[in-house]
């Protein structure tokens, strides 16, 4: 009997069993060669294909379609044109064309560009990308696409990331046949995007004027409790939480969105969401598709659901775990280490692979997780510091040294686990731990990258680490093919990766002082701010990296590190100017006018004779506060003015990061300061407690 999930699950996708019901065998046939192994599409295929995706789209309710695209902005952009025309009797037809499918033409000047596209130069192109599948949502096709400009450079971040997945399977099938595998025809990145979120009411929302502008608070007092007794972890879900996670997973299924996990997460009125793993491009669609969707659904149960990083101060930030391993097309993973790992010449030498990549690519890596909201996240203790470092564990970290070193083997250190309790089944440790403060950890078959902003797209930090890793493993290919025995070139390589890239590997814990020292005497990158890391793409030996594997040429890295700063200058350009809004309109009348009757009631009470130390001290504070958000508000102002002057983007980038971001937080403070002497009626905002505590 199938279930109804069962029958919805993909029930809005053109997926495979779609496509071979309506696609005739032979069109089937070229169009998965085109899907499996990257073959040229023709012309006569893309209009048979069309046909039958738009009866099967009309079919769904659709009227209209879209080329579906990801420019650089973390959302995705598209246009709508129905399926109708108008013949010359007058008569409406419904029509999609083959040339339809394969390509649209949006403005290419009004998305970020970094100057590879002007006003006057508008025409960009969007491309149908085949290796993921079309869906219908809200009556309207949506046909995945990537998206140029007129002369052929990137403007999205599925370019990249397709460029990258190409480049990446050429090298891995390579090192694989120096290994003796003489089966595999691709190596595929695979990607589990873990979504943190946070729920609030959608009054509390729309009464929050830097929520509904900048996405987190500008202001706000500490509440009475935060996450201090860690009860909201994986506890209970509110019944109105749950019915809105009901409804994503169920919109999510209908879209063939594998959602499988729901929980809360650290901080209260903060969740997360989990997929399965699919293949990488597939899977940053997907990671589209969830945020896109935890929006709609939220605002349509009267919640708003908020990405930035760091929506609150004081309270754990939001996250995008990127889990991301490699598989073969025959179905292995590549990064399942096995019972005896010291064995495993595959997984030793993949693994040797993603060390050297991370050490040699610290900065691009470190890139790959950058953003004004999301450094206000990094370094606390709800994320990893911005310091790059691999998590390993002491038994696969024990084992390379083993090897490299010519040393015995120590023993393997996996143990049961509740064996002394008879009504429980017995567990075994697996081969390492977790270490939630490392950015970029091991944990069993897969790495996770726990730096990726919660808002940022995950195909950013994808194709760079596919493309670090390509570098690596054409080094690898080229040391194994000169091997005499594969073993013998294994253990050279570990060997090698243990002396030049060992550094690396950290699994201590990330949040200590020591470990900042530690980084420091082992020459790892330190990159606290966007504008640091956003260098990397400027860097001749990365310009090179993307230019030798067709991922980027040098004026797509220049062009990103332009639009990089830009986004990281608007932003705090919005908050600042959100914040003197906030400040001058509503914080500040608020405090005068409550000040005025705390006067007004040490005037009353010294008329009838009563003095009262309490009062008066009272409204001297409260005076000295109201001075200090004052001048704190005309040093903002000016540092905003100020910095008007400056053309170059890096200057300006580096002035709002040590100029108006300190103004902004004095500005913070001194309102957060005089919050909690207000009378909770006279305060103009929702509070931490009435957003955090009454979902």
């Given at each position: 009997?199938?279930?109804?999930l069962?029958?919805?699950?993909?029930?809005?996708?053109?997926?495979?069993?779609?496509?071979q019901?309506?696609?005739?065998?032979?069109?089937?046939?070229?169009l998965?060669?085109?899907?499996?192994?990257?073959?040229?599409?023709?012309?006569?295929?893309?209009?048979?294909?069309?046909?039958?995706?738009?009866?099967w789209?009309?079919?769904?309710?659709?009227t209209?379609?879209?080329?579906?695209?990801?420019?650089?902005?973390?959302?995705?952009?598209?246009k709508?044109?129905?399926?109708?025309?108008?013949?010359?009797?007058?008569?409406?037809v419904?029509?999609?064309?083959?040339?339809?499918l394969?390509?649209?033409?949006?403005?290419?000047?009004?998305?970020?560009?970094?100057?590879?596209?002007?006003?006057?130069?508008?025409?960009?192109?969007?491309?149908?990308d085949?290796?993921?599948?079309?869906?219908?949502?809200?009556?309207?096709?949506?046909?995945?696409?990537?998206?140029?400009?007129?002369?052929?450079e990137?403007?999205?971040?599925?370019?990249p990331?397709?460029?990258?997945?190409?480049?990446?399977?050429?090298?891995?099938?390579?090192?694989?046949?120096?290994?003796?595998?003489?089966d595999t025809?691709?190596?595929?990145?695979?990607?589990?995007?873990?979504?943190?979120?946070?729920?609030?009411d959608?009054?509390d929302?729309e009464?929050?004027?830097?929520?509904?502008i900048?996405?987190?608070t500008?202001?706000?007092?500490?509440?009475?409790?935060?996450?201090?007794?860690?009860?909201?972890?994986?506890?209970?879900?509110?019944?109105?939480?749950s019915?809105?996670?009901?409804?994503?997973?169920?919109?999510?299924?209908?879209?063939?969105?594998?959602?499988?996990?729901?929980?809360?997460?650290?901080?209260?009125?903060?969740?997360?969401?989990?997929?399965?793993?699919?293949?990488?491009?597939?899977?940053?669609?997907?990671?589209?598709?969830?945020?896109?969707?935890?929006?709609?659904?939220?605002k349509?149960?009267?919640?708003?659901?908020?990405?930035h990083?760091?929506?609150?101060?004081?309270?754990?930030?939001s996250?995008?775990?990127?889990?991301?391993?490699?598989?073969?097309?025959?179905?292995r993973?590549?990064?399942?280490?096995?019972?005896?790992?010291?064995?495993?010449?595959?997984?030793?030498?993949?693994?040797?692979a993603?060390?050297?990549s991370?050490?040699?690519y610290?900065?691009?890596?470190?890139?790959?997780?950058?953003s004004?909201g999301?450094?206000?996240?990094?370094?606390?203790?709800?994320?990893?510091p911005?310091?790059?470092?691999?998590?390993?564990?002491?038994?696969?970290?024990?084992?390379?040294?083993?090897?490299?070193n010519?040393?015995?083997?120590?023993?393997?250190?996996?143990?049961?686990?509740?064996?002394?309790?008879?009504?429980?089944?017995?567990?075994?440790?697996?081969?390492?731990?977790?270490?939630?403060?490392?950015?970029?950890?091991y944990t069993?078959?897969?790495?996770?990258?726990?730096?990726v902003?919660?808002?940022?797209?995950v195909?950013?930090?994808?194709?760079?680490?596919?493309?670090?890793?390509?570098?690596?493993?054409?080094?690898?290919?080229?040391m194994?093919?000169?091997?005499?025995?594969?073993?013998?070139g294994?253990?050279?390589?570990?060997?090698?990766?243990?002396?030049?890239?060992?550094?690396?590997?950290?699994?201590?814990?990330?949040?200590?002082d020591?470990?900042q020292?530690?980084?420091?005497?082992?020459?790892?990158?330190?990159?606290?701010?966007?504008?640091?890391?956003?260098?990397?793409?400027?860097?001749?030996?990365?310009?090179?990296?993307?230019?030798?594997?067709?991922?980027?040429?040098?004026t797509?890295?220049?062009?990103?590190?332009e639009i990089?700063?830009?986004?990281?200058?608007?932003?705090?350009?919005?908050?600042?100017?959100?914040?003197?809004?906030?400040a001058?309109?509503?914080?500040?009348?608020?405090?005068?006018k409550?000040?005025?009757?705390?006067?007004?009631?040490?005037?009353?009470?010294k008329?009838?004779?009563?003095?009262?130390?309490?009062?008066?001290?009272?409204?001297?504070?409260?005076a000295?506060?109201?001075?200090?958000?004052?001048?704190?508000?005309?040093k903002?102002?000016?540092?905003?003015?100020?910095?008007?002057?400056?053309?170059c983007?890096?200057?300006?980038?580096?002035?709002?990061?040590?100029?108006?971001i300190?103004?902004?937080n004095e500005?913070?403070?001194?309102?957060?300061?005089?919050?909690?002497?207000?009378?909770?009626k006279?305060?103009?905002m929702?509070?931490?407690?009435?957003?955090?505590?009454?979902?």
């Amino acid at each position: 009997m199938v279930s109804e999930l069962e029958k919805n699950f993909g029930c809005c996708v053109f997926n495979d069993a779609v496509m071979q019901k309506m696609l005739p065998k032979d069109a089937y046939n070229s169009l998965v060669l085109t899907i499996k192994k990257g073959l040229p599409l023709n012309s006569e295929l893309a209009e048979t294909v069309a046909g039958a995706m738009k009866d099967w789209a009309i079919e769904q309710g659709a009227t209209h379609f879209t080329h579906w695209f990801q420019p650089m902005t973390n959302v995705t952009a598209g246009k709508f044109d129905a399926f109708l025309s108008v013949n010359n009797e007058g008569k409406s037809v419904l029509e999609f064309s083959g040339k339809e499918l394969i390509k649209g033409e949006p403005d290419a000047s009004s998305f970020p560009s970094g100057g590879l596209r002007a006003t006057f130069e508008a025409r960009g192109y969007t491309v149908w990308d085949p290796s993921s599948p079309a869906f219908v949502k809200d009556g309207n096709l949506y046909i995945p696409t990537a998206f140029c400009s007129y002369t052929g450079e990137a403007l999205d971040h599925k370019t990249p990331l397709v460029r990258s997945i190409a480049a990446l399977s050429e090298q891995a099938v390579r090192v694989l046949r120096c290994l003796g595998d003489n089966d595999t025809t691709r190596v595929i990145p695979t990607v589990g995007a873990e979504q943190e979120y946070f729920l609030v009411d959608r009054e509390d929302y729309e009464n929050r004027l830097d929520l509904k502008i900048c996405g987190r608070t500008l202001f706000g007092a500490k509440p009475a409790k935060g996450q201090e007794l860690d009860d909201h972890y994986c506890g209970r879900i509110r019944i109105r939480v749950s019915d809105y996670m009901r409804k994503i997973d169920n919109e999510l299924w209908k879209l063939g969105v594998p959602a499988k996990t729901k929980h809360n997460e650290a901080a209260p009125a903060q969740h997360e969401l989990a997929p399965i793993y699919a293949e990488a491009d597939k899977a940053c669609d997907h990671n589209q598709i969830v945020m896109e969707t935890m929006r709609i659904e939220a605002k349509k149960s009267g919640l708003a659901c908020l990405l930035h990083e760091k929506p609150f101060n004081g309270i754990s930030g939001s996250g995008k775990h990127n889990n991301w391993a490699l598989s073969t097309d025959t179905g292995r993973n590549l990064f399942h280490c096995g019972r005896h790992p010291e064995n495993n010449l595959e997984f030793l030498t993949f693994l040797c692979a993603v060390i050297i990549s991370v050490d040699k690519y610290q900065d691009l890596i470190r890139f790959s997780a950058s953003s004004a909201g999301n450094d206000c996240r990094l370094g606390g203790h709800e994320a990893p510091p911005s310091i790059i470092s691999i998590f390993l564990g002491d038994e696969l970290t024990n084992t390379l040294y083993s090897i490299a070193n010519h040393t015995e083997q120590s023993a393997n250190h996996s143990k049961k686990l509740l064996d002394d309790v008879a009504v429980l089944p017995t567990l075994t440790s697996d081969v390492s731990d977790r270490n939630r403060t490392s950015p970029f950890a091991y944990t069993g078959n897969k790495f996770e990258f726990r730096m990726v902003g919660s808002s940022a797209s995950v195909a950013v930090s994808t194709y760079i680490m596919n493309t670090t890793c390509t570098d690596a493993l054409e080094l690898i290919a080229d040391m194994l093919e000169k091997a005499e025995t594969a073993e013998a070139g294994v253990n050279d390589l570990v060997s090698y990766t243990i002396k030049n890239h060992g550094r690396i590997i950290f699994n201590g814990n990330n949040y200590s002082d020591e470990w900042q020292e530690e980084a420091k005497r082992r020459g790892l990158c330190i990159m606290h701010s966007t504008v640091d890391a956003a260098e990397a793409l400027i860097d001749k030996k990365n310009i090179e990296l993307f230019e030798k594997y067709h991922v980027f040429n040098k004026t797509e890295c220049q062009s990103r590190y332009e639009i990089c700063l830009e986004n990281y200058i608007k932003t705090i350009h919005i908050e600042a100017d959100t914040m003197l809004e906030m400040a001058n309109r509503q914080i500040l009348p608020a405090c005068i006018k409550y000040i005025s009757k705390v006067a007004e009631a040490e005037k009353n009470l010294k008329s009838v004779g009563v003095k009262s130390a309490a009062v008066s001290s009272s409204s001297r504070l409260l005076a000295k506060n109201i001075d200090a958000i004052s001048q704190n508000i005309t040093k903002l102002a000016d540092s905003v003015k100020n910095m008007e002057g400056i053309s170059c983007f890096k200057e300006k980038a580096v002035y709002c990061r040590d100029n108006i971001i300190p103004c902004m937080n004095e500005l913070r403070l001194s309102c957060d300061t005089i919050e909690p002497m207000i009378d909770s009626k006279m305060w103009p905002m929702p509070n931490y407690t009435d957003i955090l505590h009454r979902v």
